[in-house]
């Protein structure tokens, strides 16, 4: 489990690392990517997902043969074979459920980077006196130059 510190401790950069492989390994091991591993298993298996792959793969170096010899007019063709096979692909349950666990993962990791952003702004602008409110450090700002508070018509300053 990850240790709570108290704010006013600082830590090195080796101790931070070791509590973000502990975070890394704590989200290895969430249901999120357990469900990830069982539908890739899943994916793995199935001889048509497989054979729909392989026939993408196989249209994508073709391409890629074409563009490098120049022969750019029978790219169109290709590139909508692989759209029709990408669609057959995409309707099977299975990849459908595989997308989704890949969705889930990732808006996870989006959670707890944005948890920790957040948390690391926070407490810099507490800790300086700021307001979180604001989202201002508490460190006095200095004036811009030429700056004098007076207004367009000057008042001597």
Known sequence: MLMEEKQERTFDYSSIMGQAKELATLIAN????????????????????????????????QIVKLEHSRRYEEIPVLEQEIDTLQDELDSIPIVLEFKQTQQDINELLQIVTS???????????VSTGGDPLYNETGYPKAKPEGVNGCGSSGCGH
Request: proline letters at 0%; a positive charge; aromatic letters at 2%.
């Open 30 to 61: 969430s249901e999120e990517v357990e469900r990830f591993k069982q539908a890739e298993k899943k994916i793995s298996a199935n001889a048509r997902v497989q054979g729909l792959i392989a026939k993408i793969k196989q249209k994508q170096k």
């Open 115 to 125: 948890v920790i952003a957040n948390k690391v702004s926070e407490n810099i602008i």
